[in-house]
C-alpha cells in the first residue's frame, strides 16, 4: 500500500524520533545504515520532510536532522503526504481514474471503509505515540 519512499521516510523518522532530538543531531549517513536504505536516497527523503517542517535540520559541523516537541507531535500521516502527495492513499485500487461512491469501480465498496478508517488512524496516531510504542517494546522497529 505504501511506496517503498513512503516506507522508508516513515522508518527514518522513526530512528530520529527514537534516537535525536535538539541537543542530539543525526547525520544521514548515521541513518542510512541503521535503516538500511541509500544514503543519497533518505537524504533526498529528509531533506523533503524538513522543508515542509515534519523533522527539524540544522546545516554545520554539530548539524543533522532531528525532531524537536512539535515535530513529535506531527500526524504519521503527514510523512505519507509529504512523500506521496495525497493522491496515492484515495486512488483507486484498479487505478481508475473516475472510480468513486458515484461511479465505483469492483473494489470500491470494500476498500472505502478500510481506507476511510486508515487514514483517520494515522491522522491521530502521532511520531511520538509510535516512538513511545517502539521505545517501550509494544512495537517492533531494527533501529
Known sequence: MFTNSVKYALKAVLF???????????????????????????????????KQEIISSTRGVKGGFYLTESNLKQPVLNVIYAIDGTYRMNSCLLSLESCNEYKPCPLHHIVSPMRSKLIESLKEKTLEDLSIEIQSGLSYLPL
Open 16 to 50: 530520529l524520533a527514537v534516537h535525536s532530538g535538539e541537543e542530539r543531531k543525526i547525520m544521514v549517513k548515521d541513518i542510512a545504515e541503521p535503516i538500511n536504505v541509500p544514503k543519497a536516497y533518505i537524504a533526498k527523503l529528509l531533506q523533503e520532510l524538513s
